[in-house]
């Protein structure tokens, strides 16, 4: 999980992904947050072993370092700043100028629950490099057969 200039990227969202708002069975939540008990350990060896560097693209933003990292068993990761959201261009989702000016034309991941084929369009409309934008069903969150699909991508670069 280097954040080496060499590697691809993959920016991994939180709430659908991570947390998935299925309706379980999950084990009891602590006190603080409830909806972090949804949040799957076994991912965090998947996610780690990919050959790729891992970024939040979340909201939770550093807090994603404090709760969710140690529950996947892996390190702090580098997070996305977002700019402050100007209107979707052409029906975009607001995080995808971001994560393509942030690429800056390196290959690319993004793992989201709310990736659109406008996104896609507008990714590859203008972005020089492979991308992958992989949407993640929020009622189960990401899942091992997820992972397999990313790692076949990243490997095939």
Do not use: Q
């Amino acid at each position: 999980m280097s954040s080496s200039t060499g590697l691809p990227l993959l920016y991994l969202d939180v709430d659908g992904p991570l947390i998935p708002f299925g309706a379980g069975p999950y084990p009891p939540g602590d006190a603080g947050n409830p909806l972090l008990a949804r949040v799957d350990p076994a991912l965090g060896p998947l996610l780690a072993a990919l050959p790729c560097a891992l970024w939040w693209a979340t909201t939770w933003g550093d807090e994603a370092n404090e709760c969710v990292a140690p529950r996947l068993g892996i390190p702090p990761l580098p997070v996305v700043d977002w700019p402050e959201p100007d209107d979707e261009p052409d029906g975009v989702h607001w995080k995808a100028p971001a994560l393509l000016a942030h690429a800056a034309g390196r290959p690319f991941v993004w793992v989201d629950d709310e990736i659109r084929d406008a996104d896609r369009a507008w990714v590859a409309a203008r972005h020089p490099g492979p991308a992958l934008l992989h949407r993640v069903d929020p009622g189960r969150g990401l899942t091992g057969d997820d992972c397999g699909v990313l790692e076949a991508w990243l490997r095939a670069l």
